[in-house]
């Protein structure tokens, strides 16, 4: 292949993981006019005029999904910004914890008004908790209504909605966004039944809002929230693009499915009904590679009706693609009328697979798979590319901001045999996938770490290492091995396992002082030299007994040579 062409196509995949924007919506933000006047009319141009604009308003979505965080864009880092790093992981979708300590919010099950959970803020002695919802909901012009449901105990709480100037800067701070306008209102002290709450607020052009649900003192739980269009609060619904949530039969709704390609095993596709009324329309299913979601029709289902969680089975026979990262998307309309796109709410263009980095998906309403490609054990050698996927920096992203999937993709033509992941999740496998190839699987400190502090087979001055000549610290390391080997047979894109890389046989410290390496050692000298005065010959030394033989740093003596 051509070389130079080669090194001009991974010098283009450079990507600056960190580039995100910061705002501040803190009480001192600056609130004088942005110059940003595009960005503001484009957030106002996309901003939803009818339905609940909240995502995750009933607290029913996990935080994960489909082998994905689902965050959105840069949420993670505009959170950590707009809450000045207080802010804690959420306990499910599209919410932050702002407050510490996060303690003091949780899921609540047994107390909810609809659907199956609720959220509960009860702060300790002296603290309070804040929850508030991920950065920046576009909202259309006009009066807004937000309401919420919610029970109280000698709570001291309030409910805010914050309007600020999406995309407009402050000319004080280039990274705050420009403070509106901010509405308030106090929750009751004591509710014992459910009581919906109520405030307005009026958008100018380009707004976008954030919720906020701040306990001083008590307990309050909050269930059903809806920020809508208009002054009355209609009855609760989740976004429309939450109406139908997508799942794999017997796969985990949490994990990606990693199938092999040509395997033309029947599967089963479930298609919930997650609002609160019943879906009615014509239902259908597409599937296509990431970038072209709605290439092939799987199944076109006419005049579905289905109740508040009921679900529609779709046979699927995949057996045709090709290796490949794939989405599947659903499609509902009624009387000629779209409702629902789910390949809309895929957006490829979000890095994936890092700490901060979120999912392709917007809303459960389309769902991924990987088909890895059928190797050959004689086919596994060859020219592979550690480029790709490389844990710490890597020419297409990083372990912290996370790696496009375009860019895996430009490596297909390559034909390259495999690539390495050195920090391997779900969304690494969707993205070799994505580039047609399996990878090799490279960890650290899986296998030869993991002692109970103070065990008596844990290396001294290496904490939770595993001394391997300890007969009992050897069977912990065959059974983080024996875990190894069934997690990564379950994934037909992982071809190889590496369990450590670059460190001095095995630890850091480079040895082990314990009294069990002493007698490994101690045997080893004895089948090398034979004779103990043959070693002392060899050796300069005076040993009177094997005994005395022992490690430079042994079990007794724990100095390293270099410190003498």
């Not at 619904?237 to 040509?262: D, K, N, Y």
């Not at 794939?326 to 309309?333: D, G, Q």
């Not at 390259?416 to 391997?424: A, E, I, T």
């Not at 779900?426 to 996938?433: G, K, R, V």
Request: contains cysteine; glycine residues 10%.
């Amino acid at each position: 292949m051509n070389r130079n062409r080669k090194m001009a196509w991974l010098g283009l995949m450079m990507v600056a993981a960190g580039a995100c924007c910061f705002a501040d919506l803190s009480p001192t933000a600056a609130e004088t006019p942005g110059s940003n006047a595009s960005a503001a009319k484009a957030a106002a141009e996309h901003a939803p005029a009818t339905g609940n604009l909240l995502r995750n308003a009933g607290f029913e979505l996990e935080s994960v999904f489909n082998g994905s965080p689902m965050r959105q864009g840069t949420e993670f880092m505009r959170a950590v910004a707009l809450f000045q790093k207080r802010c804690l992981p959420p306990p499910c979708e599209g919410w932050w914890i702002e407050e510490n300590p996060g303690d003091g919010v949780s899921l609540e099950s047994k107390e909810v008004h609809s659907g199956s959970r609720a959220i509960r803020l009860e702060p300790p002695e002296g603290k309070r908790v804040s929850l508030v919802s991920a950065p920046e909901v576009p909202v259309p012009v006009g009066p807004l209504a937000l309401s919420a449901w919610v029970r109280t105990t000698g709570a001291q709480a309030l409910l805010e909605l914050q309007l600020v100037a999406a995309g407009a800067r402050s000319n004080q701070d280039p990274h705050a966004l420009r403070l509106l306008s901010r509405r308030q209102l106090a929750l009751p002290e004591n509710a014992a039944q459910w009581r919906r709450v109520t405030l307005i607020a009026d958008a100018p052009v380009g707004a976008a809002a954030v919720v906020r649900l701040v306990v001083k003192r008590g307990r309050v739980v909050a269930d059903d929230l809806q920020l809508e269009a208009g002054r009355d609060p209609t009855p609760f619904g989740v976004r429309p693009e939450e109406r139908i949530r997508l799942a794999f039969e017997g796969t985990p709704e949490s994990q990606l499915p990693c199938w092999m390609a040509e395997n033309d095993t029947p599967r089963k596709l479930l298609a919930r009904n997650d609002s609160e009324t019943a879906i009615e329309g014509d239902l259908e299913i597409w599937v296509g590679p990431w970038s072209q979601p709605k290439s092939q029709k799987l199944a076109a289902l006419k005049n579905v009706s289905l109740k508040a969680g009921d679900a529609a089975t779709i046979p699927l026979r995949l057996g045709q693609l090709k290796p490949d990262a794939y989405v599947v998307a659903a499609v509902l309309a009624r009387d000629g009328k779209l409702l629902l796109d789910g390949s809309q709410v895929v957006d490829p263009s979000i890095l994936i697979g890092g700490s901060v980095s979120g999912s392709i998906l917007k809303s459960r309403a389309a769902i991924r798979f990987a088909l890895g490609p059928m190797v050959q054990p004689a086919r596994i050698f060859g020219v592979g590319i550690g480029t790709l996927g490389s844990g710490w920096q890597g020419l297409t992203g990083s372990w912290f901001g996370g790696w496009p999937l375009a860019q895996f993709a430009a490596a297909r033509p390559e034909s390259f045999v495999c690539g390495r992941g050195c920090c391997p999740n779900d969304d690494m496998s969707y993205l070799f996938a994505a580039a047609g190839v399996p990878f090799h699987h490279m960890e650290s400190q899986r296998l030869e770490y993991g002692a109970p502090a103070g065990a008596p087979f844990e290396v001294p001055g290496e904490k939770g290492g595993i001394d391997l000549w300890n007969p009992h610290g050897m069977a912990l390391v065959k059974a983080n091995a024996a875990e190894v080997g069934k997690a990564n047979a379950q994934n037909p894109l992982v071809v190889s396992y590496q369990m450590d890389n670059e460190h001095r046989c095995p630890f850091s410290c480079g040895l082990c002082p314990t009294a069990a390496a002493d007698a490994s050692f101690r045997q080893w000298c004895r089948r090398q030299h034979g004779e103990l005065a043959t070693l002392n010959r060899r050796w300069g030394t005076t040993y009177k007994s094997w005994d005395e033989v022992e490690q430079p740093a042994s079990a007794r003596n724990r100095s390293y040579p270099a410190e003498k």
